[in-house]
């Protein structure tokens, strides 16, 4: 389900953002309209995306999301409506990369936290879903990768 997870030190990245808050059962009505608002923000001032989107989940609960869905750009993206500038900082982070559809990234997220649990990392309260290959490129979910990132406390 996950490859083996690593320490890996992240650069600064500038991104374009879009902040969401949602029930689970609204996620498939907002993740769309959303992915395609900072998409168009970032394409239409000609600075992205320059990398795969991804989300820098603020807080989750079993019942809701508290997130920023993120467009990596060259250059800070001019606020328009929802989307806003913001730069993701350089971090030290402990990331695995999980092979499989979205409906199960949640196994995941408890498989890659045991490991994390069990090696004695430390980690901040937020996490980041950087989705390298989705429905876009496959439609076989057996080929879409997920990259699972938690940042370290030192």
């Not at 389900?1 to 689970?24: F, G, S, Y």
């Not at 993740?31 to 795969?52: D, F, L, N, R, Y």
């Not at 820098?56 to 467009?71: G, Y």
């Amino acid at each position: 389900m996950i490859e083996n997870p690593q320490v890996v030190d992240t650069p600064a990245l500038k991104v374009a953002t879009v902040h969401i808050e949602a029930t689970r059962s609204e996620m498939q009505h907002v993740m769309g309209p959303g992915i395609s608002e900072v998409m168009a923000a970032a394409k239409g001032q000609g600075i992205g995306p320059t990398g795969p989107w991804f989300a820098h989940h603020l807080e989750r609960t079993p019942d809701s999301f508290n997130f920023d869905i993120c467009v990596p750009v060259s250059a800070p993206v001019s606020a328009i409506g929802r989307v806003k500038p913001w730069e993701r900082p350089a971090q030290k982070v402990v990331r695995t990369v999980y092979h499989g559809p979205y409906e199960e990234l949640g196994g995941a997220w408890h498989e890659f936290g045991r490991w994390v649990e069990a090696k004695g990392y430390a980690t901040a309260g937020d996490l980041y879903e950087c989705y390298l290959v989705g429905p876009e490129s496959s439609p076989n979910p057996a080929d879409w990768r997920t990259e699972l990132s938690r940042p370290i406390v030192e």
